[in-house]
């Protein structure tokens, strides 16, 4: 069964930084493309970072290039999501996802979902 499960969450202010982590578990992590979602309240959830199964290739919504840094590291079935520059718009619920299919570039809609871990960006 695949678990995901992220931390890091937390309180910052408008332009300080956090960095978010989750972990895999319940299958061969390195063959699988992850992502990074969020939903604020009110609105829907949206994509907002992907990295390929290989690690080489990255996806960023528009709303966080530049800012955000998405990275993986196998050995520790773990992928990252380091944000600056955060803004109050930034202030979410993130959401771990991975793909059903192995060997793929982006995390698509996502089939396997982490609990969240709040971020919240005060003005």
């Known amino acids: 069964q695949v678990q995901l499960v992220e931390s890091g969450g937390g309180l910052v202010q408008a332009g300080g930084s956090l960095s978010l982590s989750c972990a895999a578990s319940?299958?061969?992590?390195?063959?699988?493309?992850m992502g990074w979602f969020r939903q604020a309240p009110g609105k829907e959830r949206e994509f907002v970072a992907s990295?390929?199964?290989?690690?080489?290739?990255?996806d960023y919504a528009d709303s966080v290039k530049g800012r955000f840094t998405i990275s993986r590291e196998n050995a520790k079935n773990t992928v990252y999501l380091r944000m600056n520059s955060l803004k109050a718009e930034d202030t979410a619920v993130y959401y771990c996802?991975?793909?059903?299919?192995?060997?793929?570039?982006?995390?698509?809609?996502?089939?396997?979902w982490g609990q969240g871990t709040q971020v919240t960006v005060s003005s």
């Open positions: 996802a991975a793909p059903a299919r192995p060997f793929t570039v982006q995390v698509g809609e996502g089939d396997y």
């Open positions: 990295i390929s199964w290989r690690g080489t290739d990255t």
């Open positions: 319940g299958r061969t992590f390195s063959i699988y493309a």
